[in-house]
């Protein structure tokens, strides 16, 4: 969150009172949901798939928020969901930019952006790599008075 604030200019709001409390719901209950969203633990309590979809979406419904990027984990032993599911969400939300990165083994990052790009749905090999580019997308609409 501080990296967002202060290397890139990006605003990181509160989530609606709505979601946290959905994001909580589905969540274990020692985890304090806020934004930045740690979906991982809702992922290993519900299925990476449902844990990603839902977390994804109920951030992508909010209004306080303009942009998601989701950080993928999938390994051989964590599972390899369906990747569907985001193609789904990026073309069902396409006001917001849907931007995916992992946390993964090398194969199934290769795979998922295999997938997803020819989707329309952008990856990013290094998790910093996202937040870069939502800050030069907000920096180009801030100067055509528009909201990133």
């Known amino acids: ?3 967002c604030r202060r290397r890139w ?3 990181v709001p509160d989530l609606e009172e709505k979601t946290r409390q959905y994001l ?3 969540s ?3 985890i304090r949901m806020r934004n930045p969203v740690d979906i991982w633990p809702a992922a290993i309590v519900n299925g990476v798939e449902f844990g ?3 977390g994804t979406e109920a951030v992508l419904k909010d209004a306080n928020i303009d942009a998601a990027v989701m950080i993928l984990m999938i390994t051989d032993e964590t599972g390899v969901p369906s990747l569907d599911f985001i193609v789904d969400l990026a073309q069902r939300y396409p006001e917001k930019p849907l931007y995916v990165t992992f946390s993964a083994q090398k194969k199934h990052m290769e795979a998922a952006k295999a ?3 020819p989707r329309g749905v952008p990856t990013f090999p290094l998790i910093e790599e996202p937040f870069e580019v939502l800050s030069i997308l907000a920096r180009c609409r801030q100067a055509m008075g528009r909201r990133p």
């Open 9 to 11: 200019g990006l605003q």
């Open 24 to 26: 909580q719901d589905i």
């Open 1 to 3: 969150t501080d990296l």
């Open 52 to 54: 990603y979809r839902e």
């Open 115 to 117: 997938f997803l790009e």
């Open 28 to 30: 274990p209950p020692y």
